[in-house]
């Protein structure tokens, strides 16, 4: 009897000498031999639930997710009702794909266990990747809740509250993760980004150079500084950042593409060097795919399918513009999709869902599978309406998922992919010297390469407040990252020739008072007062946004990149915009717009020849209030704003790719 109960003891000691040797391996990240020991200690004991849960987390650790799978459910086979075994359960499936098996996991774990807070963070993770941000948010919040200590969930609280336009809410989610892991540089990464979203320039300066210090030899970093110093207009510095961010990853795509955007700001002159460093990222980030399509003719006698990717099917310009097309398109020929990379939908996705034949969500989806996912919908036409703007998916183009593949509306350049065939403009913005720095064939439509979506409820046209001031006021609506020193030294002389005149800028980065420091400085060098500057940000409504044009005479247009939305509203505002004629398309756009509503005399030859173009237009007032009363029934009348008129010479265009 006592040999037997010393044996006992010896096998007992021996058993668990197994598991101790497996969370020695766990703690120092050894998978194979925790996984050795953990199955020596099951051979001996099978019913050890504590070894199951130990292998499974092994396997789970180890990225083998189906044996983790089955070492968790093999627990549930002995008792169901343990609730972090139906934790570690969702999180395999989540991270198999498997996002409705993974919820019904993490019910059933707080069903078992109300208040575990890992139960509802992890349902948040889940929630967050599918898209289902306001329940996510209460998941979050309801983790943080019961544990107040738990960094994950508030980091993922912060970053839903940013997806769901939360921004300030964020901010303070954000910075109570930082307080509870001070060295994750990814909290002051996104931390800066939303900072940037709100116009805190300053904050979010500091707070990339605190994610730089934590982690230097990270791109990202970097390139989010560049953007927080471009829109506060200090493009020399923002080139800087994103050529560092380049120098510590040479692959980074998005600081690559951020530095060919802000090279559009540089000159209003044809230049090689965006031409080849254009075609420096189409060879690096989207060389063609061996699953790439060969051209096909469309297949029998049904409607042509064109497909639109973007990132701005919400609240945005390209939404803005994108929607007169869809207002206007032929449906018994054609076929729209919207392949949507936007996080956060709104109002205006939903009314762009209601108005296309089909939508289809490329969030999180790698670009393999997005181009399966388009070329299964057999898609005869893709278009890209994002070029190198942020949340763009060129990369995908490289699958060519379309037999036709075209770029329009979001990018006033080149992309240098070299699988897009074609680049939708036209003959002003693109004069034909245009063809020899684009990558892409220019197909130039005959009434302009945009179509504009008036808001019919917008305030009436009023009289110039030069009647009533006695004095000219000069304004622009564009982004201050427009204003280059270029810019403000034109300006300033436009503003020096007319007496007492004022110019009146308008941009929601001007809330920022560093900016509106750095903008005044600027403007007094070339010597204007502080008095004659006005300045205004963001305003209640847009009803409210357009009646700021009631205070100004004439707008001035920034160059080399033009307005464009801009210049669109201030016209159906009645006020006439004068800009210098360029020699590329980010500096000729307004001059398209221009053209169509018969406002030719706007267009300066030169910057320096503004104040002439100013005068001749401001000599008679009366005449100026006449124009002004007739601008907006003027565009009306005009293609600019014939929806039917530009569909149709978008489809035209559409059946010359095709050759049908």
Same mark, same amino acid.
């Given at each position: ?186 909290? =002051? ?99 063609? =795919? ?114 036709? =593949? ?255």
């Amino acid at each position: 009897m006592l040999a037997q109960t010393i044996n006992s003891v010896s096998e007992s000691l021996l058993k668990q000498s197994f598991v101790e040797k497996a969370e020695v391996a766990i703690a120092s990240n050894d998978w194979a031999t925790a996984e050795t020991c953990l199955l020596e200690a099951l051979r001996e004991r099978p019913d050890d639930l504590n070894a199951r849960f130990k292998l499974g987390f092994v396997y789970q650790s180890s990225q083998q997710l189906e044996s983790a799978l089955a070492a968790y459910r093999s627990i549930n086979d002995i008792d169901p009702e343990i609730p972090a075994v139906h934790n570690n359960l969702g999180n395999v499936l989540n991270d198999l794909g498997r996002h409705a098996d993974a919820i019904d996991s993490f019910a059933r774990t707080l069903e078992l266990s109300a208040d575990y807070a890992d139960g509802h963070g992890n349902l948040g993770n889940v929630l967050f990747k599918l898209g289902r941000l306001p329940e996510a948010e209460k998941s979050f919040r309801r983790a943080v809740e019961l544990n107040p200590e738990y960094f994950g969930a508030w980091y993922n609280l912060a970053n839903v509250l940013q997806g769901l336009q939360k921004f300030e809410e964020a901010v303070v989610c954000y910075r109570q993760a930082a307080r509870l892991n001070p060295q994750f540089p990814g909290v =002051q990464n996104n931390l800066g980004n939303t900072l940037r979203t709100i116009g805190r320039f300053s904050e979010a300066v500091a707070v990339f150079q605190r994610a730089i210090e934590l982690q230097p030899d990270v791109a990202e970093p970097y390139s989010n500084l560049g953007g927080v110093q471009s829109d506060a207009g200090d493009l020399a510095a923002a080139k800087v950042s994103y050529l560092k961010a380049l120098e510590v990853d040479p692959e980074c795509v998005s600081a690559f593409s951020n530095l060919l955007y802000l090279m559009n700001y540089e000159s209003s002159e044809p230049t090689t060097e965006l031409y080849e460093k254009s075609r420096e990222w189409g060879r690096r980030f989207a060389k063609p =795919q061996s699953s790439a399509a060969t051209r096909a003719p469309l297949a029998g006698k049904r409607r042509i399918r064109v497909g639109f990717v973007s990132p701005d099917f919400r609240q945005h310009s390209v939404a803005f513009f994108f929607e007169a097309l869809v207002d206007g398109y032929d449906r018994e020929r054609f076929e729209f999709t919207c392949y949507s990379n936007v996080l956060v939908e709104d109002h205006v996705s939903e009314r762009l869902r209601s108005k296309t034949d089909h939508w289809r969500s490329i969030v999180g989806i790698d670009d393999r599978t997005a181009a399966e996912l388009i070329r299964d919908d057999q898609v005869d036409i893709l278009v890209d309406l994002a070029g190198h703007t942020g949340g763009n998916r060129l990369s995908m183009f490289a699958h060519r998922p379309a037999p036709v =593949q075209v770029t329009w509306l979001g990018y006033p350049n080149t992309t240098g992919v070299s699988t897009i065939d074609f680049r939708l403009t036209d003959e002003v913005a693109d004069p034909k010297s245009a063809d020899e720095i684009h990558t892409e064939t220019l197909v130039r439509l005959r009434d302009g390469f945009l179509c504009y979506r008036p808001d019919e409820s917008a305030p009436d046209v009023a009289l110039p407040p030069s009647i009533e001031n006695g004095y000219l006021t000069f304004g622009s609506f564009n982004n201050i990252t427009k204003v280059t020193p270029d810019v403000v030294m034109a300006w300033s002389d436009v503003i020096k020739h007319f007496d007492n005149s004022r110019l009146y800028l308008k941009s929601k980065l001007l809330e920022e008072e560093s900016v509106r420091k750095n903008l005044i400085k600027r403007f007094v060098e070339n010597g204007i007062a502080q008095e004659r500057l006005l300045f205004a940000g963001r305003v209640d409504s847009y009803h409210d946004h357009l009646a700021c044009y009631h205070k100004v005479d004439l707008a001035l247009d920034t160059f080399p990149y033009n307005g464009t939305t801009t210049t669109c509203e201030a016209l159906w505002m009645g006020v006439p915009v004068i800009v210098p004629s360029g020699r590329t398309h980010r500096s000729r756009v307004s001059q398209s717009i221009l053209s169509r509503v018969g406002l030719h005399n706007a267009v300066a030859r030169t910057s320096d020849d503004i104040a002439s173009v100013v005068a001749s237009l401001t000599d008679c007032p009366e005449e100026l209030a006449s124009l002004r009363a007739g601008l907006r029934e003027a565009m009306r009348d005009s293609p600019l704003c014939q929806p039917a008129r530009f569909a149709e010479s978008v489809q035209s265009a559409f059946v010359d790719m095709i050759g049908q």
